[in-house]
């Protein structure tokens, strides 16, 4: 498999220009191709000579030019994604707000704020910090905060269970997984990540919350009347405490969470692929 890449030096240097990024806005709207004379219009550039230089630089990677006209590649679609998006460009404090669930630590109410693009999580009460993770403003747009932390409920499992299986959230391409330590606020020993061998993204999540999408532990959880897919993760003690979680060995990777709810508690075995390979269910 062959592939032409622009190096970040070369894709930086040429979308630093007000008019090639109005050209590639100026294409948003349209599914057809936009003939030349059209496209200069709605850039609004008068020069004839001056558009094409421009319009050129774009062309291969960004843009592409058919017999009917010029459309986006997928690499300019993203770019004006990005740029409408305001993950560029925006930023926006929201909060402090109540969030749905409890603290695992003491039991107290939780509350939410949106600040420097990320979404945490704290107790009202003895003030644990819950989670705090990146978010990007765009998801702030046309919702409360009862939407928004929804649609981040949703945005943050759906894209780790990506990473998880090998695929990269952010660019689709191939993740790797790693171990690593956490920093002092996380209640953790030892948390699995998983880095984009392509994009670099990272992103990391406990043991617990990979295993709590297993049909043997939504199955635990139904039994007592708990939904997964509806429930957040972070009101489900061993996705946001070490506690429950025991890391056997590293490497192999052998680790068992336990899962608790009502009288009964269930544990499952993890091995190197992240599948479970034992489960053990009984009263406590």
């Given at each position: 498999?062959?592939?032409?890449?622009?190096?970040?030096?070369?894709?930086?240097?040429?979308?630093?220009?007000?008019?090639?990024?109005?050209?590639?806005?100026?294409?948003?709207?349209?599914?057809?191709?936009?003939?030349?004379?059209?496209?200069?219009?709605?850039?609004?550039?008068?020069?004839?000579?001056?558009?094409?230089?421009?319009?050129?630089?774009?062309?291969g990677?960004f843009?592409?030019?058919?017999?009917?006209?010029?459309?986006?590649?997928?690499?300019?679609?993203?770019?004006?994604e990005?740029?409408?998006?305001?993950?560029?460009?925006?930023?926006?404090t929201?909060?402090p707000?109540?969030?749905?669930?409890?603290?695992?630590?003491?039991?107290?109410?939780?509350?939410?704020?949106?600040?420097?693009?990320?979404?945490?999580?704290?107790?009202?009460?003895?003030?644990e910090?819950?989670?705090?993770?990146?978010?990007?403003?765009?998801?702030?747009?046309?919702r409360?905060?009862?939407?928004?932390?929804?649609?981040?409920?949703?945005?943050?499992?759906?894209?780790m269970?990506?990473?998880?299986?090998?695929?990269?959230?952010s660019?689709?391409?191939?993740?790797?997984?790693?171990l690593?330590?956490?920093d002092?606020?996380?209640?953790?020993?030892?948390?699995?990540?998983?880095?984009?061998?392509?994009?670099?993204?990272?992103?990391?999540?406990?043991?617990a919350?990979?295993?709590?999408?297993?049909?043997?532990?939504?199955?635990?959880?139904?039994?007592?009347?708990?939904?997964?897919?509806?429930?957040?993760?972070?009101?489900?003690?061993?996705?946001?405490?070490?506690?429950?979680?025991s890391?056997?060995?590293?490497?192999?990777?052998?680790?068992?969470?336990?899962?608790?709810?009502?009288?009964?508690?269930?544990?499952v075995?993890?091995?190197?692929?992240?599948?479970?390979?034992?489960?053990?269910?009984?009263?406590?």
């Open positions: 498999m062959s592939s032409q890449r622009l190096s970040p030096a070369e894709a930086f240097e040429i979308l630093g220009d007000d008019v090639r990024l109005s050209i590639l806005q100026a294409l948003k709207d349209d599914r057809n191709p936009v003939s030349f004379s059209e496209l200069r219009e709605r850039a609004d550039v008068d020069d004839s000579g001056r558009f094409n230089y421009h319009l050129d630089r774009l062309r990677h843009i592409r030019r058919t017999d009917d006209g010029y459309e986006l590649r997928y690499h300019g679609k993203r770019v004006v990005t740029v409408l998006s305001g993950t560029l460009t925006d930023t926006a929201v909060g707000f109540s969030v749905e669930g409890s603290c695992y630590a003491c039991g107290g109410a939780l509350e939410g704020v949106y600040d420097d693009e990320r979404v945490t999580i704290r107790c009202t009460d003895c003030e910090r819950i989670l705090s993770i990146d978010y990007p403003p765009s998801a702030l747009q046309n409360d905060t009862e939407e928004l932390m929804e649609a981040y409920r949703r945005w943050a499992t759906t894209g269970m990506l990473a998880a299986n090998g695929v990269c959230p660019c689709g391409g191939k993740t790797e997984r790693y690593f330590e956490p002092n606020h996380l209640p953790f020993e030892v948390l699995v990540g998983f880095e984009c061998i392509v994009c670099t993204n990272r992103s990391g999540t406990s043991f919350s990979l295993a709590l999408r297993k049909s043997a532990v939504e199955s635990f959880y139904a039994d007592h009347g708990v939904d997964v897919e509806t429930r957040p993760y972070w009101d489900i003690e061993p996705c946001v405490t070490g506690e429950y979680t890391v056997e060995s590293r490497d192999p990777l052998d680790v068992e969470v336990t899962f608790p709810a009502g009288d009964e508690e269930l544990r075995r993890l091995d190197d692929d992240l599948n479970i390979v034992r489960t053990v269910r009984e009263r406590v």
